[in-house]
């Protein structure tokens, strides 16, 4: 299984961004897939995931973020609406090798597979 994760970059404070996370050596839908990310100097943590179309958050993103899937493209989605500097980092996608029940959905020890990461940084 491989993550391929693109479209960070840089943007202004309230600005949008979409990352796309493709899916290979699986059907993405099979089990969950996470969003998460990492500030410098501190440690990684959930942003979104989405399981059987059904998406969850963190308190911080709900709102603003929202994640979703292309079954036919085997890609997972993070679009990123009124962006603020506190969501500067590095962003990473996971993948589950089983399905998770919702108390496992936000721990990152429960997915096995991960992208490469990718940068975003936003600006005041």
């Known amino acids: 299984v491989q993550l391929q994760a693109s479209g960070g970059g840089s943007v202004q404070t309230g600005g949008s961004l979409r990352l796309s996370c493709v899916v290979s050596g699986r059907t993405f839908s099979t089990s969950p897939m996470g969003w998460f990310r990492q500030a410098p100097g501190k440690e990684r943590e959930f942003v979104a995931a989405i399981r059987w179309n059904v998406p969850y958050y963190t308190d911080s993103v709900r709102g603003r973020f929202t994640i979703s899937g292309d079954n036919a493209k085997n890609t997972v989605y993070l679009q990123m609406n009124n962006v603020k500097p506190e969501d500067t980092a590095v962003y990473y996608c996971?993948?589950?090798?089983?399905?998770?029940?919702?108390?496992?959905?936000?721990?990152?020890?429960?997915?096995?597979?991960w992208g490469q990461g990718t940068l975003v940084t936003v600006s005041s």
């Open positions: 996971a993948a589950a090798r089983r399905v998770l029940i919702v108390s496992e959905i936000r721990r990152k020890d429960n997915y096995e597979y």
